[in-house]
């Protein structure tokens, strides 16, 4: 299907354990972006990619990695989860040709660490 | 450092009545841009509207409405007669120029504001 999606939907983990998400689409759109949603903080950066093998630190990356060897995927690592990390983890792409671009977002993830 | 806020957290409503959810920004940059997204029950985002700052012309799209004023540094969303279905959180976020950078458009959220519509 096209679009952006996101793997898994839910996820319940246990403190310390590396816990990955997934993120592909479908658009080939240049720009991705982790965002994560918690309650009185709305949506905040996590990292974003403005191409394969472009990363960079957004508002909140402590704790994450990403990669981005394919376009089309962004996986977002959590190496050692933490309970402060509970939280639903939106990707999204745009097309980045401007800045100007509406940004795409998957479904979201819903991330429980216990 | 640009922030977004949206004072309201929560608006309840009765059906068809008109309802204001308010956006103030803060940014040093002269262009930027603005939107609204809206978040259902269902969880996923959904693109409204995007505004840049040379454009004070405000919008309105069947029942929706938007009012930008840059002297008051804000980008009001109106809904006219408003509907059970349009109960859900409503995101406004701002995104900066970084044209030099390439850094596309990295959106800062406000915390968004609950709206619900009864019947």
């Known amino acids: 299907d096209a679009g952006i999606t996101q793997s898994p939907r839910y996820k319940i983990t246990e403190t310390g354990r590396q816990v990955t998400l997934m993120c592909h689409q479908t658009?080939?759109?240049?720009?991705m972006f982790w965002y994560r949603q918690d309650l009185g903080h709305g949506l905040r950066l996590i990292y974003y990619?403005?191409?394969?093998?472009?990363?960079d630190k957004g508002e909140v990356p402590d704790g994450y990695v990403v990669s981005r060897s394919k376009t089309e995927n962004f996986p977002l690592t959590l190496e050692s989860a933490t309970r402060s990390q509970t939280s639903v983890y939106f990707c999204?792409?745009?097309?980045?040709?401007?800045?100007?671009?509406?940004?795409?977002f998957g479904p979201g993830t819903r991330l429980t660490v216990t | 450092a640009q922030k977004v806020t949206q004072a309201q957290t929560e608006i309840s409503v009765v059906e068809k009545e008109d309802v204001t959810l308010d956006c103030v920004y803060e940014?040093?940059?002269?262009?930027?841009?603005l939107f609204w997204y809206k978040q259902p029950p269902s969880g996923e985002l959904v693109f409204l509207i995007r505004?840049?700052?040379?454009?004070?012309q405000n919008e309105i799209s069947g029942r929706y409405s938007w009012n930008f004023q840059k002297s008051t540094s804000s980008f009001n969303f109106t809904i006219t007669a408003s509907q059970v279905v349009d109960s859900a959180v409503y995101f406004c976020?701002?995104?900066?120029?970084?044209?030099?950078?390439?850094?596309?458009?990295?959106?800062?959220f406000g915390t968004g504001t609950q709206l619900k519509v009864e019947l």
């Open positions: 999204a792409s745009s097309d980045g040709e401007g800045i100007t671009d509406e940004q795409y």
């Open positions: 658009w080939s759109h240049s720009y």
């Open positions: 990619s403005a191409a394969a093998d472009i990363t």
């Open positions: 940014t040093r940059d002269t262009t930027y841009y």
């Open positions: 505004r840049n700052s040379f454009d004070e």
């Open positions: 976020a701002l995104s900066e120029a970084h044209i030099l950078t390439g850094g596309g458009n990295k959106l800062t």
